[in-house]
Nanobody
Framework: QLQLVESGGGLVQPGGSLRLSCAISGGFGSDYYTIGWFRQAPGKEREGVSCININSNVVSYADSVKGRFTISRDNAKNTAYLQMNNLKPEDTAVYYC???????????????????WGQGTQVTVAS
């Protein structure tokens, strides 16, 4: 069974930075899965933030985070990352790491078939 464990959340001031990590274990190994980051703010639906394919040569970002967030992964360390810069209050949410089997991944629809979820980590942006 694939397990995803997020870390790195916390309280940060507007304009600040955080790096989230997602530790990947079990399943068929981290390099079998496309990895994504999603978030859910209070009273809102969960939304996709960013996704990265197994070879790190295809990535996607929500328009709201383009130019501020960077997704990456290190398959040797079984870890994926989300570097978040210039954070805004509207980025406040619980951030979830997610995964889908690479066989379901298409360039046009990264993370369209997520089957695995982490427990989430809280990110709060406030002064």
């Amino acid at each position: 069974q694939l397990q995803l464990v997020e870390s790195g959340g916390g309280l940060v001031q507007p304009g600040g930075s955080l790096r989230l990590s997602c530790a990947i274990s079990g399943g068929f190994g981290s390099d079998y899965y496309t990895i994504g980051w999603f978030r859910q703010a209070p009273g809102k639906e969960r939304e996709g933030v960013s996704c990265i394919n197994i070879n790190s040569n295809v990535v996607s970002y929500a328009d709201s985070v383009k130019g501020r967030f960077t997704i990456s992964r290190d398959n040797a360390k079984n870890t994926a990352y989300l570097q978040m810069n210039n954070l805004k209050p509207e980025d406040t949410a619980v951030y979830y790491c997610a995964a889908e089997d690479w066989v379901f991944t298409t360039t046009a629809d990264l993370c369209g078939h997520v089957a695995y979820w982490g427990q989430g980590t809280q990110v709060t942006v406030a002064s």
